[in-house]
């Protein structure tokens, strides 16, 4: 698996409450990970027993700190202006989280894509930030026939020259464009993903919903990007659109209800448990 995106250090601090603004409150836990979608979706594709190579950039500041956190996973720096320092407070009695990260705002790309990774690849997993590195890798993984799946969070520049070369285009709920827009744009399928609302997606005229199981939520944070990484792995395997999207949901589930801590070692326990 080839990812290609955002690494960021994740300061994360668990609280009762949300502050009001100008208020001050002391946190129950406070912990120290890799963030960004693209990072966690490689670390998610590791612990699900899977090869994961990440492109991305991580920077003179915080990269050593970014590397070691990133245990698992063969991580390439190819830029400047990372990792951000992401900011994460999370509720406890529901796992709600909110962010505040600069996200790529200061990339600048320093190194090129190397295209015997993407040869390498069985899926091409992009989260549509970095995006030079992202389009270079995507037309690369197009003339080597490797399958391209997007995580689409939220609308990016490099989303008009990249949707055509999309393959699977897996959209958060406030994604902008519709599954017939993004047809029309050349992407074949469409997943949309809705919190705990079911799963929909669309193929050349079919569509269908997939249920998400219900979970005691103790973390929100990063459950959409290790979705990205159960389901680029399931293309990988070759699984059914609704039986990857089943496998996906029920894999976000183990990092909805552990913490930034043990999400991980718990992933790949329940992959070791089938």
């Given amino acids: 698996m080839l990812c290609v995106g955002l690494t960021t250090v994740d300061v994360s601090q668990v609280v009762a409450e949300f502050p009001a603004p100008g208020a001050k409150v002391r946190s129950l836990a406070v912990d120290l990970a890799p963030g960004g979608p693209a990072a966690n979706a490689a670390r998610a594709v590791v612990a699900l027993g899977h090869r994961a190579v990440l492109l991305t950039a ?19 720096d190819l830029g ?41 690849a069985d899926v091409l997993l992009l989260d549509g930030h970095l995006g030079p590195l992202a389009l270079a890798a995507a037309r690369l993984a197009r003339a080597a026939g490797v399958p391209v799946v997007l995580d689409a969070g939220s609308w990016k520049p490099v989303l008009d020259d990249l949707l055509p070369l999309v393959d699977v285009a897996a959209c958060a709920a406030g994604f902008p464009l519709s599954a017939p827009e993004l047809h029309a744009r050349g992407v074949p399928l469409v997943v949309r993903t809705a919190g705990p609302a079911p799963v929909t997606w669309s193929r050349r005229g079919v569509t269908g919903r997939v249920p998400v199981p219900a979970v005691a939520a103790r973390d929100t944070n990063g459950a959409g990007d290790v979705w990205h990484g159960a389901l680029a792995v399931a293309v990988a395997r070759g699984l059914r659109v609704a039986a990857a999207i089943r496998w996906a949901n029920a894999a976000a589930g183990v990092r909805v209800r552990n913490t930034a801590r043990d999400w991980v070692a718990e992933l790949a326990r329940w992959r070791e448990g089938g």
């Fill in 58 to 76: 991580l920077g003179d500041r915080f990269g050593p700190v970014a590397r070691e956190l990133l245990a698992g996973v063969e991580a390439h």
């Fill in 80 to 120: 400047v202006g990372g990792p951000p320092v992401s900011a994460v407070v999370v509720r406890e009695r529901d796992g709600e989280r909110t962010v505040v990260s600069r996200d790529a705002a200061d990339f600048t790309p320093t190194g090129e894509v190397d295209a015997r990774h993407v040869r390498a």
